[in-house]
């Protein structure tokens, strides 16, 4: 399976400023084909199913507001809060689906408010 | 507007079964793959395992592999996950989520339902 691990596990930032969340996979998700990095980045609140933020690495799901980026190719990617808003307080997953045999996510990143 | 509604979870003895359904709505079901993702209280996501839009292609979790069968009725708009032998580790809140695209793997997961609770305990 291919692993995802994140940095850091948690996050505070203040409200305004910006908050960057890591993502490193243990073998490349770039598809060569296409040249499509296949990495999603997921925000979930409390009580709250996951709701997709960034699929691609870099492409924004439609009506997700444009503080939020996603960068990177290969094994590391970011994900990207220009500045912070109280209601981005969550924990945040990226997920790899390059692999034909299993879906894998993040440990996840819990992001406060300092 | 895109639903995706489970129902099936419970409290179940060890080594025992149990049927999750998802229903489905607001989309055409059978052009897309489904899956089905865990978060055990407190923990992180979990993929089980994902079935493309014609049943040709399926896969599971090693966790979960011989144990759990996903199936779907596209005439239904239905997802389901046969769940055998259960476990105390199985307890999760099992989530019904849509692919992008027909194909299992290859797409990411762009819409999610609100989860069924599955509690394995004697």
């Known amino acids: 399976d291919i692993v995802m691990t994140q940095s850091p596990d948690s996050l505070a930032v203040s409200l305004g400023e910006r908050a960057t969340i890591n993502c490193k996979s243990s073998q490349s998700v770039l598809y060569s084909s296409n040249n499509k990095n296949y990495l999603a980045w997921y925000q979930q609140k409390p009580g709250q199913p996951p709701k997709l933020l960034i699929y691609w690495a870099s492409t924004r799901e439609s009506g997700v507001p444009d503080r939020f980026s996603g960068s990177g190719s290969g094994t590391d990617f970011t994900l990207t809060i220009s500045s912070l808003q109280a209601e981005d307080v969550a924990v945040y997953y990226c997920?790899?689906?390059?692999?034909?045999?299993?879906?894998?996510f993040g440990q996840g990143t819990r992001l406060e408010i300092k | 507007e895109v639903q995706l509604v489970e129902s099936g979870g419970g409290l179940v003895q060890p080594g025992r079964s149990l049927r999750l359904s998802c229903a489905a709505s607001?989309?055409?079901?059978?052009?897309?793959?489904m899956h089905w993702v865990r978060q055990a209280p407190g923990k992180g996501l979990e993929w089980v395992s994902g079935i493309s839009w014609n049943s040709g292609s399926i896969g599971y979790a090693d966790s979960v592999k011989g144990r759990f069968t996903i199936s779907r009725d596209n005439a239904k708009n239905s997802l389901y996950l046969q769940m055998n032998s259960l476990r105390a580790e199985d307890t999760a809140l099992y989530y019904c989520?849509?692919?992008?695209?027909?194909?299992?793997?290859?797409?990411?997961?762009?819409?999610w339902g609100q989860g069924t609770l599955v509690t394995v305990s004697s």
């Open positions: 997920q790899q689906y390059y692999s034909t045999l299993s879906i894998t």
């Open positions: 607001g989309f055409t079901f059978d052009d897309y793959a």
């Open positions: 989520a849509k692919a992008r695209g027909g194909y299992y793997s290859g797409y990411d997961l762009s819409f």
